[in-house]
């Protein structure tokens, strides 16, 4: 560490990512843990990407969706996945002072536009089982395209601003981070002045990008099940639910997990409970999306026999 000019505080140059190294007899063991699921994410989104890219039966809102939240799982698991890989195999747990602003500024600006992609792919649901006769209307390719652009965007400029804010504190009481990669809540705990402002700023930001989706996807999902249940066939009601519930589950992971690490910066967690909660979002709904969305899809398993076939008869 170098002193400031004004001699107060110390100015970093890199922090100490502590991982997981309180089990230093599991690294090996961890790594393998995480790394095979780590591969899969990715074969198994690039596979939804090409096959919505290609197959003409998945030319719809549902999995224009989908193949956007596919690479944006991709993007999210690779800012901090290699890292925490990385660091389980070497001694070395060092992160420069700007690969952290980097991992943090992808970090929150992948994580914000998956909350309103989720939003989005919620609104889709709603509409083809609560407004079937409307839906090629409400879901034409310009609005489409619209709200993936917009959850693109809100997240890119939200962690603009907050990455912005807190790399511009000064942090003089130490430069190790009890965690596997760089996150506000354990970085804003180095700051020796008050944090308040920021803080402050987090859970507003938490409101608008994980409570308020949250609550909207509820809502739509409330208006899902009521019109489920009018369904007279229980066939019917059964094969309309399959397609939401998947999104369900992994709704109710991200975001839960979510606004309690982010709603409540300040609450006394441990370090390993802050680490399992941020499994749930950076590590498991990843891996869950792509089994959910073709492991449990008959249209998506379809349009990987017709893309074997192709290639057989080739």
Known sequence: ???????????????????????????????????????????????????????????????????????????????????????????????????????????????????????????????????????????????CNALATASWLSGLVMSFGLTSMVFTLPFCRSNVINHYYCDIPPLLKLACVDTSLIEFCIFMLALIFIAFPFVLIFLSYVRIVSALLKIASAEGRKKAFSTCSSHLIVVILFYVSGCVMYLKPKADFSPDTIKFLSLLYTFLTPILNPIIYTLRNKEVKGAVWRELRKKRNA
């Open 1 to 143: 560490m170098e002193r400031t000019p004004e001699g107060n505080h110390s100015a970093l140059s890199e922090f100490i990512l502590l991982g997981f190294s309180n089990f230093p007899h599991l690294q090996y063991l961890l790594f393998s843990v995480f790394f095979f699921p780590y591969l899969f994410t990715l074969a198994a989104n690039l596979l939804i990407i090409f096959l919505t890219h290609v197959d003409a039966a998945l030319q719809t809102p549902m999995y224009f969706f989908l193949g956007n939240l596919s690479f944006l799982e991709i993007c999210y698991t690779t800012v901090n996945i290699p890292k925490m890989l990385a660091s389980l195999l070497m001694e070395d747990k060092r992160i420069s002072f700007l690969g952290c602003a980097t991992q943090i500024y992808f970090s929150f600006s992948f994580g914000g536009s998956e909350c309103f992609l989720l939003t989005s792919m919620a609104y889709d649901r709603y509409v083809a089982i609560c407004n079937p006769l409307r839906y090629p209307v409400l879901l034409n390719k310009k609005t």
